[in-house]
């Protein structure tokens, strides 16, 4: 089982991208689900999360400018993220609680730049 995420890529100040990562292989269901970010020499941080039954949390700075959402049917989560900002700049890493069937384990995506120019 992997987490493929997929977006990202290069944008002004102000625009907007949009991220998704689902995983392959099988699998019986995903629980929570996130993003996280780290850019260069500062340490990953959570960007939001989501929770099987829809509910999302937020990291104080993307209030507002980012939404997280899922497709429980494609076991999906999806990273819209508008009025993006140079601080945004970071490679873009999702997470997830995948139920295997036998046991739930937690897994990391491949991460996916998302670079802001100012």
């Known amino acids: 089982v992997q987490l493929q995420a997929s977006g990202g890529g290069l944008v002004q100040a102000g625009g907007s991208l949009s991220l998704s990562c689902a995983p392959s292989?099988?699998?019986?269901?995903?629980?929570?689900m996130g993003w996280y970010r780290q850019a260069p020499g500062k340490p990953r941080e959570l960007v939001a999360t989501?929770?099987?039954?829809?509910?999302?949390g937020y990291e104080d700075s993307v209030k507002g400018r980012f939404t997280i959402s899922r497709d429980n049917a494609k076991n999906t989560v999806y990273l819209q993220m508008n009025s993006l900002k140079p601080e945004d700049t970071a490679v873009y890493y999702c997470?997830?609680?995948?139920?295997?069937?036998?046991?739930?384990?937690?897994?990391w995506g491949q991460g996916t730049q998302v670079t802001v120019s100012s």
């Open positions: 292989g099988s699998i019986f269901s995903v629980n929570n």
């Open positions: 997470n997830a609680d995948i139920n295997l069937g036998y046991r739930v384990r937690n897994y």
């Open positions: 989501i929770t099987s039954g829809g509910s999302a």
